[in-house]
């Protein structure tokens, strides 16, 4: 059974990390795979993976649905920064 934590929207020093990690993830994924795609995808899974550890685990509060979307925030942010990069490159 997976356990659901209340959590807030605050951007604290958790959530900080939440996107920084996913901001990173994105391009250690993008350096080996070369796909946008393939990136955005593997860094959804690694922070989906993660928090539902969280939900299972006994040490750790639960599921959080907002460190998910500070996961996906982070990803959107370095995957939009990229291909503005690449746009402007061309």
């Known amino acids: 059974m997976i ?5 807030t929207y605050s ?3 958790d959530k900080q990390a939440h996107i920084s ?3 990173g993830l994105f391009y250690f994924f993008l350096t080996y795979t070369n796909s946008i795609m393939l990136s955005i995808i593997l ?17 750790h ?6 460190d998910m979307l500070y996961n996906t925030i982070g990803v959107i942010l370095s995957s939009s920064m990229y291909m ?5 490159l061309w």
Not at 51 to 57: A, D, K, N, P, R
């Open 43 to 59: 860094s959804l899974l690694v922070g989906l993976s993660f928090e539902v550890y969280q939900g299972i685990s006994k040490k």
């Open 84 to 88: 503005l990069y690449l746009l402007l």
């Open 61 to 66: 509060s639960g599921y959080s649905h907002v």
């Open 11 to 13: 951007f604290s020093m």
């Open 3 to 7: 356990k659901i934590k209340k959590d």
């Open 21 to 23: 990690v996913s901001f």
